[in-house]
């Protein structure tokens, strides 16, 4: 299971956060500074699992981080999940932002938070891992932007 | 008013959206929450309005500031509201947001329950999905239990895009109503096999987690994962597969030893690391399930070993730590394998990584022999002393301490260097485990009673330079140590070479600032050192230094009465007015000394932790019944003791242990070791080589005579170090010594050894003390439970659930019933029951098909035996395969309970008892089936799939006729085994899976409970039940070929009579025929193989073979029987007719592909046919429900009241049918390639529904 998936930038500001737990607010935002303290800290060329963090669930849990250029993509997982299987998926997730978005960059993630999520929606649901094809969910993603696109024509003023 | 809406609307267009939003955050970064309190006003007047495009857009907005920490639950309705817009794009907004702050108490999720329903069942696949997603986050017990049964058709929906989010979102609601897990898990190991990668996947996925929580209750899957392992070649799906083996191994060694094989394939071939790396991790899994059944897998630890040097050795770090991780895990059951690479693992030590340098401590610890240990932990001390961050420094200090006190201290020789060791830890500023090292300084110094001497002197040292524990900060960790050292100080102050200044530290003011519980402690403990320092100076005439010692303790105790501490005060003034009294007492030179002495006398047994928990609760006493009325509130009910302090409590109970007498203590000794032997958390007694002494009393334990001069002179210095060099000193001494031994003379041996009376021979090290390592006492009786180590409030504890036991009645999905838009009824109960009944009867019937596929290969193989008799054939085969047939009556053995699952273990053990595979023989029989002949069942299960079609060309039509008839007793076999079983089901009226598996024709009540059996035929006698024949063969897939039915009869005596030599018989016609044995008659009868006592019932199958399948058949038959009674016995007969509908020949095959479906209608092959049902005054999804369940239709799509449906002959015949329905009145166009066939099918479903 996947229990949490965050990217924050170098600073800790979070440009996503997706907990498949329950937390407080608060709590999230401490998980989330926790976990960029941990992460941050760590040198460039070292490996990219950590220990869980204290406050998001227990021994079983492991840190599963990329560091692309600005930004941190940490997924925190537990047991259940194959470490280099999960690397792969961040690379998967990157791709295929990128391909989304174009040469995706930290500020089409600041502003577009919501399609971000939907682009993740495609490829984990609940904590588990639903679709690693990135053609798949490219495809998947498309559709659903072309639909809305679809409705926002037949109703420019939200009259309907 | 639509001025009002155009002006609302163009409001909105300057309406802030999300991006001016963050843009405006991004722009106050001086005054951000300012910026966004306002922002938040504004959402809040968006949200009032009516237009849900502004709505919608406000909750988008909401959803990001949720993510910056702000609580938007006060939004839960509005969000609700967009969520039920019929607009995508809104619709997937609200659902984001309910998603990102919904969970188990949002109130509103209650109102969500119609609204998620309707978007489960849009006709837009992406409202579908949508709602799934969001569902997947905020599922709760209510929405799992209302939502279970739409989630579980959309399993079978027809897009995979849809089925592979419902089998996933599964998972979730297994966890919140585990209710579900039973009846939906047919249908979810039916996705196993899905056309759809992703689908299979998701699948897999679930399933995994499922079993990784109770592997126990997915065993039986392991054929199928197996079978998906060898085949599959999505790496994603692999790795989950393998490792849920992982999981399964160590529940079913015979199934690591099936695995190694592929599994080192797999390790030779891939070159996907993630892959290799999970089949590593798994075979070693199956090495320590295995650890001692398989002689030759060295060569398998080996490889694994070899190839995890290479990740290590990678330059990748990522796999370095891997690589250390799976190590670690070999370490356990191969320590000689691992500690070949101790150099790398030292190395690792020096990583820059932490996480690297983590990994390798761990491999460490279960590297250190009693040769290295003293090298290693200085190594670790260096790093301790290097390390920055004090995680890593404490995750560091555990390490020693677990590696030094693993195993009851098994690799310890010197007790004086460990104590020297903890000391010198107690220097680490800031570290969290002061705890750690204060419990093992008091379990050494209690279990080691050779060394309380040295103990009680550096602990001695440590109280009196307490300042630099303390330092500055009261909350500073450490400070945990000086209650170890003043209880240990206290409780053996005997050994103390100065009492008198050992009290003075405990009392000086600065105690005053330690945690509440330590100066307890403290105060506690000056009590019996002051008893000590009594008894000491008694006797001396001149009794000023005892007097003293009073008056110190009247001066100094003062401060502790004032504690705002309730134990400290309550404990000091207890002690201020008995050395009051004592005082008094002295002044009038009375000896008080022995009385004193008395409070605290008395001899400690440690105790284990768990031990008060392990005492058996006595037979009849119930501990949560109340013994008076319960009071208005409950008080906490939660006392775990504190586990650090847990050694204390060995205080109270002292009295308990002295009455026992030594009988009593060896037989509870012995009681204890076993217990301890089966539970890791026990601190094991020292392992073969070293001998405990369980001494009866001080006296037998030699006294270790030490120099304390060198470590009591350097309080707080490094000296640990010294014992090293000592050590090494000191072997190379006893080798020396050993020589001179053996030349037969002694030498006065090293001041050390002095103590050392251990049989010289016992091991090449010697430990530097005998030492007395005194066993933790538990309960007489205790249990030898582990049960307390789960934790009770874990949500997969409910999903321990056996999923092999048949469905009950009660099992069922709840289905609203009272709801108004799209009504349900028990009807489709049994349509949802029926579908995954069904899948289980078609994975089934894949496994007796594997069987056959077995067989067909054992039979090849036999070519040459011809024309056996039945008997004959099956000793043979029996003969031929010792293994399955020992097996097979085992699980005969088994079956006898009821509610055993003796037929899927029997699967099972068959599957896995199969000879181990030859290698390469797994790869080659998948693709070239028809040539492996020798590998027979082990490499069937591979090729099982496309078989058929491959061996079918050559084979004679002779051989065709034998295989059959083999097939047949393997059934008949496999139905025996499973009688009893069945018999249970029909009486409970259960409905269970066999019972269901078959839908009944002729069904007379329309409401559950109901029976699948039908009365064939009763006298006074016996009473005959048929089951509906539906257990169909559709053997070869041949058209021409003959099929085969088979018909379920049970008997059930009804007499008080013993029944016997039932015999069977049906007159054949020209179209169906009885199966009877080779040989036999064409009218001879069939003996029903068992016998009947007054009362009971059993059930017996009967094999027919049907030619032409387009009409419905009527067979005459007759049962004869004797009846045997104390005086007589008589013989009777009863007669019967058994009825074949049309429908019985349907196989329920679920369409998945509408453009499939389409074709086939469109291809022009299919003969046109239609039935108008007048008056049927039920629901649309009713009407569907008893055809699909009666007539074994499976439903393609549906769309209003209008559904197409499709099913299949054994004879691959296709039948197409369209229902629609209006005002009462149901038309069915159907389409068939057979038109009598359809003819005859239509009529069966007139006649059903007549009957309603």
């Known amino acids: ?160 | 008013m639509a001025l009002k809406i155009v002006k609302g609307s163009i409001d909105r267009m300057f309406d802030k959206n999300l991006q001016d939003l963050v843009r405006g955050i991004r722009n106050h970064k001086e005054d951000e929450a300012k910026y966004i309190s306002t922002c938040i006003d504004e959402i809040k007047q968006e949200l009032k309005q009516d237009n849900i495009a502004v709505k919608a857009n406000a909750v988008c907005k909401l959803t990001y500031l949720q993510m910056l920490g702000y609580d938007v639950s006060w939004a839960a309705f509005n969000i609700v509201e967009v969520m039920s817009s019929s607009k995508f794009t809104y619709k997937r907004i609200g659902y984001l947001a309910a998603s990102q702050c919904f969970h188990e108490g949002t109130d509103v999720i209650m109102l969500t329950t119609n609204q998620i329903r309707k978007d489960l069942s849009s006709p837009h696949q992406y409202d579908t999905g949508v709602a799934l997603t969001g569902l997947s986050c905020f599922v709760t017990p209510d929405l799992a239990r209302d939502l279970a049964n739409d989630i579980m058709t959309l399993m079978s929906h027809t897009k995979p895009y849809i089925r592979k989010k419902a089998v996933l979102i599964m998972y979730k609601v297994f966890l919140k109503y585990p209710e579900s897990l039973r009846p939906a898990f047919p249908r979810l190991k039916e996705k196993l096999e899905d056309p759809d990668p992703g689908v299979q996947s998701a699948a897999v996925n679930v399933i995994c987690e499922l079993a990784r929580r109770n592997p126990k209750n997915y065993l039986s899957l392991a054929p199928l994962f197996f079978k998906l392992m060898t085949s599959s070649t999505n790496n994603w799906v692999l790795i989950k597969i393998i490792k849920l083996f992982g999981a399964l191994t160590p529940l079913e060694p015979r199934l690591g030893k099936k695995l190694i094989e592929p599994l080192t394939n797999l390790i030779h071939s891939t070159s996907a690391m993630s892959l290799l790396y999970e089949c590593v991790n798994t075979v070693i899994a199956v090495l320590i399930s295995l650890s001692s059944g398989m002689p030759n897998h060295s060569a398998s630890i080996q490889l694994c070993v070899q190839k995890l040097r290479i990740l290590i050795e990678d330059s990748d770090q990522n796999l370095k730590y891997l690589g250390l991780l799976a190590m670690s895990k070999i370490l356990k059951t191969h320590p000689k394998s691992v500690q070949s690479h101790k150099d790398l693992i030292l190395q690792c030590l020096d990583d820059k990584d932490e996480s690297i340098r983590l990994r390798a401590l761990d491999l460490l610890y279960g590297m250190v022999s009693k040769k290295n240990l003293m090298e290693i932990v200085k190594k670790l001390m260096l790093h301790v002393d290097k390390a920055e961050g004090t995680t890593y420094r404490d995750e560091l200090l555990t390490k020693i301490i677990d590696i030094c006190s693993q195993s009851n201290y098994q690799y310890i020789t010197n007790f004086e260097w460990y104590i020297s060791i903890l000391v010198e830890l107690t220097r680490l500023e800031g570290t969290r485990h002061g705890h750690l090292i204060a419990s093992q300084m008091l379990d050494v110094a209690i279990r080691v009673k050779a060394i309380r001497g040295f103990a009680v002197a550096q602990m001695a040292t440590l109280l009196d330079n307490a300042h630099l524990l303390t330092g500055n900060t009261q909350r500073n960790g450490i400070c945990e140590v000086l209650y170890a050292a003043a209880w240990i100080c206290g409780e053996f102050s005997e050994h103390l070479e100065d009492p008198m200044q050992t009290l003075e530290a405990m009392l000086r003011p600065k105690v005053a600032t330690l945690p509440g519980h330590i100066q307890a402690v403290y105060v506690q403990n000056a009590a019996k050192l002051f008893a000590t320092v009594l008894r000491k100076h008694e006797g001396e005439t001149d009794s000023h230094a005892a007097q003293e010692t009073s008056q110190l303790l009247i001066d100094r105790l003062p401060l502790f009465v004032q504690s705002a501490n309730l134990e400290v005060q309550e404990r000091a003034s207890c002690i201020l007015q008995l050395v009051k009294y004592i005082q008094k007492l002295q002044q009038k030179k009375v000896e008080v000394a022995e009385e004193v002495t008395a409070l605290f006398a008395g001899e400690l047994n440690p105790v284990a932790p768990k031990a008060q928990k392990k005492v058996p609760v006595p037979e009849g006493l119930d501990l949560d019944a109340w013994i008076n009325k319960p009071p208005s509130e409950s008080e906490s009910e939660d006392e775990k003791p504190k586990a650090v302090f847990a050694k204390e409590e060995p205080k109270h109970s002292r009295s308990r242990h002295t009455e026992v007498d030594e009988k009593e203590l060896a037989r509870r000794r012995e009681a204890r070791k076993r217990e301890q032997a089966n539970n890791p958390f026990y601190i094991k007694a020292s392992p073969s080589s070293q001998k405990v002494y369980d001494a009866p009393g001080v006296e037998h334990i030699p006294v270790v005579q030490i120099d304390l001069s060198v470590p009591l002179k350097v309080p707080g210095m490094p000296m640990s170090d010294q014992y090293l060099k000592l050590e090494e000193e000191r072997r190379q001494k006893e080798k020396a010594e050993r020589k001179k031994e053996k030349k037969k003379k002694r030498e006065k041996r090293g001041k050390e050894r002095k103590a050392d009376s251990g049989p010289e021979s016992e091991e090449d090290i010697a430990p530097a003390h005998q030492v007395d390592i005194v066993t933790e006492e538990m309960p007489e009786n205790a249990l030898p439970s582990d049960d307390d180590d789960k934790d009770p409030n874990d949500p997969h504890k409910a999903l321990d659930i056996d999923l092999d036991k048949p469905l009950a009645d009660s099992e069922k999905l709840p289905v609203r019933t009272h709801r108004p838009e799209v009504l349900k009824s028990p009807a489709e109960d049994r349509v949802n029951e029926s579908i995954p009944q069904e899948t289980k009867k078609r994975s089934g019937k894949e496994k007796k098909e594997k069987k056959k596929g077995k067989e067909k290969d054992r039979k090849r193989s036999k070519e040459e035996k011809k024309k056996k008799k039945h008997k004959e054939v099956e000793e043979e085969l029996l003969e031929s395969h010792p293994e399955e047939a020992v097996q097979s009556e085992e699980t005969k053995e088994a079956a006898t309970p009821p509610t055993s699952t003796s037929a899927e273990a029997s699967e099972l053990d068959f599957w896995l008892c199969s000879a181990p595979v030859p290698p390469a023989a797994q790869e080659e029989t998948a693709p070239s089936s028809a040539a492996a002949v020798d590998t027979s069942s082990a490499a069937a299960p591979e090729s099982e799939p496309d078989e058929p079609k491959d061996a079918e060309p050559e084979d004679t039509k002779s051989s065709k006729h034998k295989k059959k008839k083999q097939k047949k007793e393997k059934e008949e076999k496999e139905k025996k085994k499973k009688k009893r079983h069945h018999h249970h089901h029909h009486h409970s009226n259960a409905g269970g899976e066999d019972s269901v598996q078959n839908g009944t024709v002729e069904e007379e009540e329309p409401l559950p409970p109901m029976s699948n059996y039908f009365l064939l035929a009763e006298n006074s006698y016996i009473k005959m039940m048929k089951e509906d024949a539906d257990q169909v063969y559709d053997i070869q897939g041949n058209h021409q070929d003959e099929s085969k039915v088979v018909v379920s009869v049970i008997f059930e005596n009804k007499s008080d009579s013993f029944l016997k030599s039932m015999e069977f018989n049906v007159l054949d016609s020209l179209n169906s025929k009885l199966q009877r044995p080779e040989g036999a008659g064409a009218h001879d009868s069939l003996t029903v193989p068992f016998q009947l006592p007054p009362g009971i019932s059993n059930e017996a199958h009967f094999v027919f073979s049907v030619q032409s399948i387009v009409m419905p058949q009527k067979l005459k038959g007759t049962l004869t029987f004797i009846v045997k009674s104390d005086e007589s016995s008589t013989h009777e007969k009863l007669d019967f007719k058994l009825h074949f509908t049309c429908t019985s020949y349907l196989i329920t095959t679920p369409c998945y592909l509408y453009d499939a479906y389409a074709k086939l209608l469109e291809s022009g092959d299919l003969k046109g046919s239609s039935l108008r049902l007048e008056g049927i005054n039920m629901p649309f999804h009713h009407l569907l429900a008893r055809i699909c369940f009666h007539h074994h239709f499976s439903v393609v799509e549906r769309i209003d009241s209008c559904a197409s449906m499709y099913s299949r002959s054994i004879q691959g015949h296709h039948v197409c049918l369209l229902v629609k329905t209006s005002d009462q009145t149901v038309s069915i166009d159907a389409k068939c390639d057979e038109p009598s066939l359809l003819g005859n099918v239509l009529d069966e479903i007139k006649q059903t529904f007549s009957k309603c």
Do not use: W
Not at chain 1, 39 to 55: A, H, P, T, Y
């Open chain 1, 1 to 160: 299971m996947i229990k949490a998936i965050l990217i924050f930038n170098n600073h800790g500001k979070p440009r996503l956060s997706k907990f498949y737990e329950h937390y407080t607010e608060d709590t999230e935002q401490q998980i989330i500074r926790e976990t960029f303290h941990l992460v941050s800290k760590r040198d460039e060329n070292i490996c990219n699992f950590l220990e869980g963090g204290l406050l998001i669930g227990g021994s079983d849990n492991k840190l599963i981080y990329r560091h692309y250029a600005t930004l941190y993509f940490v997924f925190c997982v537990d047991s259940s999940e194959s470490e280099l299987g999960i690397l792969d998926l961040i690379q998967v997730f990157v791709e295929t932002l990128d391909k989304c978005f174009e040469n995706v960059c930290e500020l089409d993630l600041i502003f577009h938070v919501d399609k971000v999520h939907n682009i993740l929606a495609e490829m984990v649901m609940g904590g588990m891992v639903l679709e690693t094809n990135m053609s798949e969910i490219i495809t998947q993603v498309e559709a659903q932007g072309k639909m809305e696109k679809s409705e926002v024509r037949a109703a420019p003023f939200g009259l309907v």
